[in-house]
């Protein structure tokens, strides 16, 4: 998920802990907003294909 991604880039980059959250918190963001893209469009083109 987002929050993992983001908390791996954090330990990786040796960024603290208090600064991390925000991070982590940008992640969960990007990847709910990826999943929702992509759950709209899937639908939109199975509305589309299914006519």
Same mark, same amino acid.
């Given at each position: 998920t $987002? @929050?993992?991604?983001g908390?791996?880039?954090? =330990?990786? =980059? $040796? !960024?603290?802990? &208090? &600064?991390?959250?925000?991070? !982590? =918190?940008? $992640?969960?963001? *990007?990847? $709910?907003?990826? +999943?929702? !893209? *992509?759950? &709209?469009? +899937? @639908?939109?083109? &199975? =509305? *589309? *294909?299914?006519?």
């Amino acid at each position: 998920t $987002g @929050g993992w991604t983001g908390a791996l880039i954090a =330990f990786v =980059f $040796g !960024i603290p802990p &208090k &600064k991390a959250l925000l991070h !982590i =918190f940008a $992640g969960v963001l *990007i990847a $709910g907003l990826i +999943v929702t !893209i *992509i759950c &709209k469009t +899937v @639908g939109h083109v &199975k =509305f *589309i *294909i299914a006519g």
